[in-house]
């Protein structure tokens, strides 16, 4: 009899999880739902377009930081993005000797608190059509318009565009970006 309560209580808490899912604003990402309610980490790992930055994110041990309550603006490039990078630089970003490395140019796609693309879009007109964003890495980014799309521009002069806008998280919010930016050093 108790087992068949605790499988009756199995049944109910999923059936209201997927209620309170189904209920929530997603934006999809990836091939996959992004969920309001989960954490930055919680949900990229779902993106079939994200694997190389999960991958990063692993290596360079920021998991336990981006699943903590932030709150975070991260602009998420695509596996398409690092892909564009010249040849071999994402499998030496991934040696452990380079860590440090990997962690400067993971970190400096994230900037504290939670800017969405409203938010943004006021600090560029309020910047006279530049906002200067400091990332967590110490660096900074400059974002733009161009047409109805923001641009990013880094400290090397590569540009990204936010492709997917405004993907909220319970302790952030993504932006993802067609290209990976760079710090200068």
């Known amino acids: 009899m108790k087992s068949v309560r605790n499988f009756a209580m199995l049944i109910a808490t999923s059936f209201l999880l997927n209620v309170a899912n189904a209920q929530e604003k997603t934006v999809e990402v990836g091939g996959a739902a992004m969920y309001p309610s989960k954490n930055i980490v919680e949900n990229a790992v779902n993106s079939k377009d994200h694997t190389t930055l999960v991958a990063a994110v692993k290596a360079a041990g920021l998991v336990e930081t981006l699943q903590s309550a932030g709150p975070f603006t991260v602009f998420a490039p695509t596996n398409a993005a690092f892909d564009m990078l010249p040849k071999g630089t994402v499998e030496t970003l ?53 047409g109805n799309k923001v641009v990013l521009m880094d400290e090397k002069g590569g540009a ?26």
Request: net charge positive.
């Open 94 to 146: 991934l040696k452990p000797e380079n860590k440090s490395m990997l962690t400067g140019v993971l970190t400096y796609h994230v900037v504290a608190g939670r800017i969405d693309a409203k938010e943004l879009v006021r600090l560029i007109k309020e910047g006279n059509g530049k906002a200067e964003l400091n990332t967590v890495a110490g660096g900074k980014l400059w974002a733009s318009m161009k």
């Open 160 to 185: 990204a565009t936010v492709t997917i806008k405004d993907v909220y998280q319970s302790n952030g919010v993504i932006h993802v970006i067609d290209h990976v930016v760079l710090p200068k050093s």
